[in-house]
């Protein structure tokens, strides 16, 4: 492998930890802090709060102490994320997402939302974030986002970002700087890497994952692992 898509794996870190946090944990530090810098007091929105990823984000924003309010699609969804330290979880299914986040925030909006969703809450999240907010769009699950004219950010003054974890890590010291970070709040125990299944490299395996992380009505939480090898 060549040594710029390397990172160094601390001992205490088991390999099972590193494979499931790797990715979607490089990503959340750095869209915790590059695309938008989370600070204590700070009100966050995650869409998805209870997958992968908004799991991650939730719990790193917690440790710096902004208010998290989440999205999910059902109630033991809403439990897991509430466990992770969400302090508001919306059902979208049966409740109104904008009219809630308006409710929770006396009408302001949020400071930054963070969208891995795409097309199907782009359009929602400008009703959502404040004068002067970011929306950070780093996602698109449910299909990609329209075009969007300048304009649109206009009356806001809103911050829009599509930002991509590779751009983020191009030199040596950015990679060190954020495989350090990562490995520090795993480490400390702030942040608890979920993963829901483990599943054999075999072509049933790999299917099996790829149903049970398609399935209508979202059947997973967390990270979905596939075991190559034993150790």
Do not use: C
């Not at 902004?66 to 109630?75: H, K």
């Not at 003054?157 to 599509?162: F, P």
Request: proline share 5%; glycine share 10%; no cysteine.
């Amino acid at each position: 492998m060549p040594w710029e898509k390397l990172y160094p794996v601390p001992d205490a870190v088991s390999p099972l930890t590193a494979a499931a946090a790797l990715l979607q944990g490089l990503t959340a530090v750095t869209l915790l802090t590059e695309s938008y810098n989370v600070q204590r007091d700070d009100t966050v929105l995650v869409h998805t709060v209870a997958g992968g990823m908004g799991l991650l984000l939730t719990q790193i924003a917690k440790t710096r102490g902004a208010t998290v309010i989440g999205t999910t699609s059902t109630e033991a969804k809403a439990k897991l994320a509430r466990e992770h330290g969400a302090d508001h979880v919306i059902l979208y299914p049966t409740e109104n997402t904008v009219q809630r986040v308006l409710e929770l925030t006396g009408g302001a909006g949020v400071d930054v939302i963070y969208d891995g969703v795409g097309k199907d809450t782009f359009e929602s999240d400008f009703e959502m974030i404040r004068r002067t907010g970011t929306l950070v769009s780093y996602g698109s699950m449910s299909g990609a986002v329209p075009p969007v004219p300048l304009s649109k950010l206009t009356p806001k003054n809103v911050k829009l970002l599509r930002p991509y974890l590779s751009h983020y890590t191009v030199t040596l010291e950015e990679r060190d700087r954020w495989g350090a970070e990562l490995w520090k709040v795993l480490l400390g125990g702030q942040v608890k890497i979920n993963i829901f299944q483990e599943y054999p490299f075999t072509a049933e395996g790999v299917q099996q994952a790829h149903r049970d992380l398609t399935q209508a009505g979202g059947k997973t939480t967390g990270k979905l692992v596939i075991k190559v090898a034993e150790k």
